[in-house]
Structure formats: structure tokens, C-alpha cells
């Protein structure tokens, strides 16, 4: 089974850009691996933030955009809040089957 | 709104079976892919599987660590989910999802495994 791997952890300033990455050990990540992103905040069920690289739902603030960068699918957190700090998941598709990245805890300090 | 809520989570013995449901609305369930992720105590999240909607084939896909011991299924006149688990390990203790093909979330339902 294919390992998909995050940042353990990143801390971004009150309004600052953080980037948070996910990549896979089969390879480099495209858009065929389907990437998601997920925000999980202690004691709360998952939320969905993007799929399919890039597209967010509607109601998901603007300052959260998806891409892929650098052979990594890419999370970019542009004006982080103090509300953004949780753990953020990313997920792979792999043929049918799916992978959950370890997560990212991000403090915004 | 989409809702999904997840029931039939409880305490069982290693060895032993538990049938967890996911009522949904506010979509066109027939229509959607429908998946189960899981959350070990204090871990990340794991998925557990998905099943395909019936024009799409109905078909299954799981994660190594449970194929042959939990199944996925649906009934679309009752815009149900199920997950059906057997031969439960200690591992499978966690928080377990119902979700729209990973897009949206109900609250999870936890399932404990102990002797």
C-alpha cells in the first residue's frame, strides 16, 4: 500500500501564507491521485476543505486554495486566523483504493 | 443540507460482529458514491472503504487492513448506508464515518473492541 506523507507540523503567524504538502511514495502526485483536504479541530467530526485538486466547496473561505507543487499536491493557507489552527489531512486515490496522509498540525501563533 | 447520521456503534468482543448504519438526506442518494472512514482514539484518520452507486455497477473497494471482515452495502429505498464488521479486532476500535464519497462528513459513531 502507498504511504502518503505530510509536514508532522507547521506553525503560520496571525495573517501570514503557509503551505502545507502531501506527497505520495509511489511517485510524484498528479492530478489522477484526486487530492483532497480535510480540516479536522479537536473533538469535531472531519470537514471537507478541497477535492479533485482544486475545487472547494462553497461555503469553504477563500484564503484555502489546493494545487499541486513540485511533484506535491499543496494546501495554501493565504491570511491564516486564529480559527484555521487544527490538524489538516490530506487524501490520495490510488486505483480504486484511497490513502489518508499522517496529518498536519498547524498552529497559528 | 446534506445530512448524514451514523447509529449502531457500541461495545463487542474481540471476535465479535456489529452492523453500523448512516441515514442520509438532502441529496439524491441512488445517485452517490458513499464511503466509511474511521479515527483510532488520539490517531488519524483511516479509510475504511467505498461502494459505488448501483448505475455506477454498485460495486466495493476497501482498505488492506479490513478487506474480508468488514462489508460495505446500501439500501436506496431506505437512503441507507451500512457497514457490516466481523471478526472484529482490538485495532478496529475508533470513531467510524459515513460520508458522501469523502465530500461530507456525518458526526461518527464510536465502536469499541474489548474483552
Known amino acids: 500500500q502507498a504511504v502518503v506523507t505530510q509536514e508532522p507540523s507547521l506553525t503560520v503567524s496571525p495573517g501570514g501564507t503557509v503551505t502545507l504538502t502531501c506527497g505520495s511514495s509511489?511517485?510524484?502526485?498528479?492530478?489522477?491521485?484526486?487530492p483532497y483536504w480535510f480540516q479536522q479541530k479537536p473533538g469535531q467530526a472531519p470537514r471537507t476543505l478541497i477535492y479533485?485538486?482544486?475545487i472547494k466547496h462553497s461555503w469553504i473561505p477563500a484564503r484555502f486554495s489546493g494545487s499541486l507543487l513540485g511533484g506535491k499536491a499543496a494546501l495554501t493557507l493565504s491570511g491564516a486566523q486564529p480559527e484555521d489552527e487544527a490538524e489538516y489531512y490530506c487524501?490520495?486515490?490510488?486505483?480504486?483504493?484511497?490513502?489518508f496522509g499522517g496529518g498536519t498540525k498547524l498552529t497559528v501563533l | 443540507e446534506v445530512k448524514l447520521v451514523e447509529s449502531g456503534g457500541g461495545l463487542v468482543k474481540p471476535g465479535g460482529s456489529l452492523r453500523l448504519s448512516c441515514a442520509a438526506s438532502?441529496?439524491?442518494?441512488?445517485?452517490?458514491?458513499m464511503s466509511w472512514a474511521r479515527q483510532a482514539p488520539g490517531k488519524g484518520l483511516e479509510w475504511v472503504g467505498r461502494i459505488k452507486s448501483k448505475t455506477d455497477g454498485g460495486t466495493t473497494d476497501y482498505a488492506a487492513p479490513v478487506k474480508g471482515r468488514l462489508t460495505i452495502s446500501r439500501d436506496d429505498s431506505k437512503n441507507t448506508l451500512y457497514l457490516q464488521m466481523n471478526s472484529l479486532k482490538t485495532e478496529d476500535t475508533a470513531v467510524y464515518y459515513c460520508?458522501?464519497?469523502?465530500?461530507?462528513w456525518g458526526q461518527g459513531t464510536l465502536v469499541t473492541v474489548s474483552s
Open positions: 460520508t458522501t464519497d469523502l465530500r461530507h
Open positions: 487524501l490520495l486515490s490510488y486505483s480504486g483504493a484511497r490513502v
Open positions: 479533485d485538486t482544486s
Open positions: 438532502g441529496f439524491t442518494f441512488n445517485n452517490a458514491w
Open positions: 509511489t511517485g510524484a502526485v498528479t492530478s489522477s491521485h484526486y
